[in-house]
């Protein structure tokens, strides 16, 4: 934020005029619009009785406590970048940490100059010794505090990956607990502290829930993109995700259930009767591949609840009972085999 725009908001906070202001402050009103303007600076002599007037800090009103803007970020960014480059790791570290003291309540700069300080140190080699490490993950903890909560993140992530790397566990541990529950890289961050802390039975157990949760939400997703294609009528663009439901479905070792559902919808919006009717046998015959995830070699660490008879025989009833709707698939009246199914639900 620029000085003018400091003075305007806070000349507004205060319901002062720029009349008002250019009195108490001995000048002109146009002095006081061009500075808000950008057309012109206060007088250094006058910075002091505008931040009294104002009730701010001189800091304040230098922007030396405001956040930059984005761009702002990456030229300083870009700055340390060039300076490691042409300068020693310690002449550049200095410029750095002088930048940071000047914009205290910028967190993102802190985040970005830190990401920026460590990763050079890890490819390109830098100076032992534990103050550098220290003032990194300073910065990194500074980033927590921010009203950002994708700044928050990244912050939480370069510091478990900092802790991680040092080999102290339960200090990375602490910063999960910044990540989101709903957060997939949660999950998986978790994985990797358990194999570093030689849990293998926990680290497979979280890599296969990460696996069958993720499984659920790609399907989701498919799913939304094949209704999406529906409606705009490219039926070769909902082919091509049904495509991909069953090849999922199979590389996930869901069972022949789960490969066969995802075609029902899509031949019946055809009127493909003899797909359709053949996908809705497939489905009474697989009803019991449904649970076959819980065998599956992919989850063998996971822990599933026994499916009950009852569930596929309560499964099966309502499939019959779907697939003999008059309203839904009457017009395959005519249709021996649908007959037939119509037949085994009545019985």
Known sequence: MKIGEVIR?????KNLTQEEMAQALGVTAPAVNKWENGNSLPD????APIARLLDITTDTLLCFREALTEEEIKRYVWELEERLKQESYEEAFQWARQKLQQYPNCEALYLNMAAVLHGWKLMKGGPEGETYDEE?????IRALDSSDEEVRYRAANSLFSFYLSKEEYDEAEKYLSFFSFQNP?????QAVLYARRGQRQEAYRAYEELLFSEYQMINMALYGIFLLAMEEGDRQKAHDIVDRQETLARLFEMGEYNENMWRLELAAAERDADSVVGIMEKLLESCRSLGKYSKAALYGHMDFQEVQDDFYMQLRENLLKCFQDEGTYGWLKGNERWEA???????
Not at 44 to 47: E, G, K, N
Not at 185 to 189: G, L
Request: a positive charge; proline letters at 0%; one cysteine or more.
């Open 185 to 189: 890289e949660k999950k998986r961050q």
């Open 44 to 47: 250094v002599m006058l910075l």
């Open 341 to 347: 199914l119509r037949l085994t639900e009545r019985n």
């Open 136 to 140: 990194i993950a300073g910065c990194y």
């Open 9 to 13: 908001k806070y000349r507004k906070e």
